[in-house]
C-alpha cells in the first residue's frame, strides 16, 4: 500500500509564505509525477501545479511567479507559496503519480489534504 501525506498549511496573513510538503510512504521504490491541486470553499478543485519525471514543471496562471513546485527526494515534494493572496485559500491536495513498486506501477494516489487559510 501507499500513503500520500500532505502538512504545511496554516492560517497566514496576505503577503506571507507557506510550505507545503507532500510525502509518500509505503510499499515503493519512487514517485514519478507529482501534483497538486486546490479546492477553495464551495468551489471545484483545481490543478496548481504538476512536476513530471523529467522534472518539468507547470504552473495555473495565477500563481506564477508566486510559487514554486519542487522535489526534495524520490518521494517528497514541496510546494513554496509566496505573496499569498486571500484568493490562494483552499484545501491543498496532493497528488502523486507513476508511482514504482516492487509490483508494477501505480497511478494516482491522493493525500488528504492541508488546509491554506490567507486572511488579515
Known amino acids: 500500500q501507499v500513503q500520500i501525506v500532505e502538512s504545511g498549511g496554516g492560517l497566514v496573513q496576505p503577503g506571507g509564505s507557506l510550505r507545503l510538503s507532500c510525502v509518500a510512504s509505503?510499499?515503493?521504490?519512487?514517485?514519478?509525477?507529482w501534483a497538486w491541486y486546490r479546492q477553495p470553499p464551495g468551489k471545484e478543485r483545481e490543478l496548481v501545479a504538476t512536476?513530471?519525471?523529467?522534472?518539468?514543471v507547470t504552473y495555473v496562471d495565477s500563481v506564477k511567479g508566486r510559487f514554486t513546485f519542487f522535489r526534495d527526494s524520490a518521494k517528497k515534494v514541496f510546494l513554496q507559496m509566496n505573496g499569498l493572496e486571500p484568493e490562494d485559500t483552499a484545501v491543498y491536495l496532493c497528488?502523486?503519480?507513476?508511482?514504482?513498486?516492487?509490483?508494477?506501477?501505480?497511478?494516482?494516489?491522493w493525500g488528504q489534504g492541508t488546509r491554506v487559510t490567507v486572511s488579515s
Open positions: 509505503g510499499n515503493l521504490f519512487s514517485v514519478n509525477a
Open positions: 512536476l513530471n519525471d523529467g522534472n518539468t
Open positions: 497528488q502523486a503519480d507513476q508511482i514504482a513498486t516492487r509490483n508494477g506501477p501505480l497511478y494516482n494516489y
